[in-house]
């Protein structure tokens, strides 16, 4: 039987819908950028992820009620655990790294949809430093911080724990801060006037066995107890780099205490 034209349309619409599912992510090169500057990327707003809430709440820092949702959610994106040959160790040609980044608006708590890094897919994600494009507040939310995954299960690298907001001065120039911050400028608040500290996120390890890590710009390094709920205090932490004949060697950080992994 022949279709009509416009009945057979839809029917090919459908079925392609159906193929391709819902978004998962952002690749960078999908995303607006700030002054023409790949680091500056605008992610949009929140995520539509089942399990990642919107959280009201009234607190005076990132509730853990968006921040272990988001980090598992993390762990379930493709080739973001579990993607490495377990003969060599290195990444496989799925493994990914996604970023997201978590905000504040007027009214609750949101994490940003996840970016995968599209020009080198083993290399590690580039947060969106550019801030967020929120679909009910527009750009001028202050991100807390950012959230990645290790795909291989490795700890931190010494790069990770310089990861942190960044936001424009009045000279024109970007900086990365150690509070909340939105692009323009402007920093976030509690109910108390004071202002919000700066947090980065790690979910590593196994889909099975996840670890979670979240530092400050202190370097104070913090580990999620699932049996005791809480973030348990792990090392005082500092990135550092070598250098050698074939350029700069990125290191583990230095930790005191000496972490356990």
């Known amino acids: 039987m022949k279709l009509p034209l416009r009945q057979g349309l839809s029917s090919v619409l459908l079925l392609v819908s159906a193929c391709v599912g819902p978004r998962l992510y952002y690749l960078r090169t999908e995303l607006p950028i700030l002054e ?48 490495c040959d377990p003969n060599t160790g290195a990444p496989r040609p799925d493994a990914a790294e996604y970023c997201v980044a978590l905000y504040k608006t007027p009214r609750d708590w949101r994490v940003s949809w996840p970016i995968r890094n599209l020009m080198k897919e083993r290399d590690s994600c580039h947060p969106p430093f550019g801030g967020v494009e929120d679909e009910d507040f527009g750009r001028d939310v202050p991100v ?7 795909p291989c299960g490795t700890r931190m690298s010494s790069p990770d724990l310089t990861q942190f907001p960044a936001l424009k001065t009045e000279q024109g120039l970007w900086m990365m801060v150690a509070y909340a911050a939105s692009p ?4 976030a608040r509690d109910a108390q006037g004071q202002l919000i500290p700066a947090w980065a996120w790690l979910a590593t390890g196994h889909k099975e066995e996840p670890r979670f890590y979240k530092w400050n710009s202190a370097g104070e390094v913090f580990q999620w107890n699932e049996d005791k709920a809480h973030w348990e ?6 990135p550092r780099e070598s250098s050698g004949m074939r350029g700069p060697r990125i290191l583990v950080p230095k930790c005191t205490p000496e972490l356990n992994w």
């Open 144 to 150: 807390i911080g950012f959230a990645h995954n290790h």
């Open 36 to 83: 023409g500057r790949f680091d500056l990327a605008v992610a949009p707003g929140p995520w539509a992820h089942a399990d990642v809430p919107v959280v009201v709440a009234d607190t005076a820092s990132i509730p853990d009620d968006l921040v272990l949702p988001t980090l598992k959610a993390l762990m379930s994106l493709p080739g973001a655990a579990d993607s």
């Open 233 to 238: 205090f792990q090392a005082t932490c500092r």
């Open 184 to 187: 323009s400028g402007r920093l």
